[in-house]
């Protein structure tokens, strides 16, 4: 599989689509969820073209895969859902066709400021 240029997350890099920002560095780009499915929904992904976690980890650098994991604690802290500032969340990712994955590049969902839940409906 190749990844897809024009896939929505490429064209909020490439800043052709606006996102509604909450953090960015050399590694990664976090911007809150369309579609909200809790009262907290994030999303971080590698500014790499990653089409998922499988891509990424054959793939990425060590330097990449170091930013994303800091990414991620670092969006959770900007959010004050972190096991230390907060009450804490769900780091999610959905990988390919039977893990429901519908933007072919790599992100994981934050969910927070609320209990989330069972952890497969
Ligand atoms: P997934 O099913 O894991 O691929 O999740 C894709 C997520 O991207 C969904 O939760 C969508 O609501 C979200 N999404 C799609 N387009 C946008 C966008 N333009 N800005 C922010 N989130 C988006």
């Not at 560095?25 to 073209?49: C, M, R, T, W, Y």
């Not at 994955?101 to 952890?119: R, S």
Request: with cysteine; proline share 2%.
């Amino acid at each position: 599989m190749t990844y897809d240029e024009n896939n929505i997350f490429a064209k909020i890099l490439r800043g052709e689509i606006s996102c509604k920002k909450i953090y960015e560095d050399e590694f990664v780009l976090s911007f809150f969820d369309i579609n909200p499915q809790k009262k907290i929904h994030a999303l971080v992904i590698p500014k790499g073209k990653y089409i998922n976690l499988d891509d990424f980890a054959c793939k990425a650098s060590e330097k990449e895969i170091v930013g994303l994991i800091k990414g991620l604690y670092t969006v959770a802290q900007k959010l004050n859902i972190s096991s230390n500032t907060g009450k804490g969340y769900r780091a999610l990712a959905n990988i390919s066709e039977n893990g429901g994955q519908e933007v072919p590049h790599l992100h994981f969902h934050l969910f927070g400021g609320e209990k989330i839940g069972k952890m497969v409906e």
